[in-house]
């Protein structure tokens, strides 16, 4: 499972060509095993970056885009991008990290806005006045999810997305990882396994994550609807991970739309507070995962599924 993460972590960030390669990367390994599987293709948009600055009386600080749409940012609007409330969506914001070393991008808004580094958010409330600009376009980008085992009628579904935000290890080449070892020990005898596209971010409202998941539930509700439970896997390496009871944590790992599925679902992530340093940057590598955890999280969803009675 190692070099499964190693191998993706090549090609981050995960999105437009290089989410193409790691799609590639999965199949390869699919067929390396000779596990049969299908690709649900669709379309989507992503935001492409022409330019985006930011300086504090005149100095630049180093940030990058977190916008959805093109503008200016000219008041010391400083959130958490790890508190997410639905009135920032709409508000031109600097943003940051609170627990990472490193520009976190952990939220996307739909105004313009930038990340900075945690050790940068003084300097910009000290200063005495500030000014920032992106300018965003929307990319066609083709995707795709990556369907293995049992499609017609699966005793449980198990998911996990490839793309990634920044480098991606945790989040989600663990789960990635984990499911290639379940789809190589027969897992898809009896399940569907799926590989999902186009999680981490599109243009899609009111949620701008989780596009690949809503499609699947698109086309395969019927399988989905009849299965008696579907596992989300999601940050397995940097943590014990276990299953999720928190709601609000649910739903962001797994935001589909239909309630009724929601409610039957399954969602495994790390328990603890680690992923938070590491959330959607550069530091989310290789170095930062504990194989045990994965391991982990291996032995946790095959518990799941051996656990229902046929």
Same mark, same amino acid.
């Given at each position: ?35 049969? +599987?299908? /690709?649900q293709s669709f379309d989507s948009f992503l935001p492409r970056y022409v330019e985006h600055s ?5 100095? !630049? ?26 009135? *920032? +969506?709409?508000? !031109? ?5 609170? *627990? ?10 739909? $105004? ?6 945690? %050790? #940068? ?29 049992? /499609?017609?009628?699966?005793?449980? /579904? @198990?998911?996990?997305? +490839?793309?990634? @935000?920044?480098?991606? $290890? #945790? ?14 020990? =027969? ?9 999902? =596209? ?7 409202? !009111?949620?701008?994550?989780?596009? =690949? +998941?809503?499609?699947?539930?698109? %086309? ?5 609807? %009849? ?5 989300? /896997?999601?940050?397995?390496?940097? =943590? ?17 739309? #239909?309630?009724?599925?929601? #409610? ?14 590491? *959330? ?12 045990? *955890? @994965? ?11 051996? $656990?229902?009675?046929?």
């Amino acid at each position: 499972m190692v070099r499964d993460i190693r191998e993706l972590e090549r090609f981050a960030p995960r999105r437009g060509t290089n989410e193409h390669s790691a799609r590639s990367y999965i199949e390869s390994r699919l067929n390396e095993e000779n596990i049969p +599987y299908i /690709v649900q293709s669709f379309d989507s948009f992503l935001p492409r970056y022409v330019e985006h600055s930011l300086t504090a009386d005149g100095e !630049p600080i180093e940030c990058m885009p977190t916008a959805l749409v093109s503008g200016e940012i000219t008041e010391k609007n400083i959130i958490s991008s790890m508190a997410v409330s639905g009135r *920032y +969506y709409e508000e !031109p914001n600097i943003n940051f990290n609170p *627990y990472a070393d490193s520009i976190s991008l952990a939220t996307h808004y739909r $105004a313009p806005s930038v990340a900075v580094r945690r %050790r #940068d958010v003084q300097r910009i409330i000290d200063s005495k006045s500030i000014h920032g600009t992106v300018t965003v376009v929307r990319e066609p980008h083709s995707c795709a999810n990556i369907i293995a085992g049992n /499609v017609s009628e699966p005793k449980n /579904v @198990v998911i996990v997305h +490839y793309d990634s @935000v920044a480098n991606g $290890a #945790d989040d989600d080449a663990s789960g990635v990882a984990m499911l290639l070892r379940l789809a190589e020990d =027969g897992a898809g005898i009896d399940n569907m396994l799926v590989f999902s =596209g186009c999680e981490e971010l599109s243009f899609d409202s !009111p949620i701008y994550w989780g596009k =690949g +998941y809503r499609e699947l539930e698109k %086309r395969f509700f019927p399988a989905l609807s %009849r299965s008696r439970n579907i596992i989300a /896997v999601d940050m397995i390496g940097s =943590g014990m991970p276990g299953i999720m009871k928190n709601p609000k944590y649910r739903l962001a790992a797994f935001p589909i739309s #239909d309630k009724r599925l929601f #409610d039957r679902s399954t969602v495994i992530g790390t328990l603890g507070d680690e992923w938070f340093s590491t *959330y959607h940057s550069c530091d989310d590598t290789l170095n930062r995962i504990n194989p045990e *955890y @994965v391991d982990a999280g291996l032995g946790l969803v095959k518990g799941i599924i051996a $656990a229902q009675p046929d």
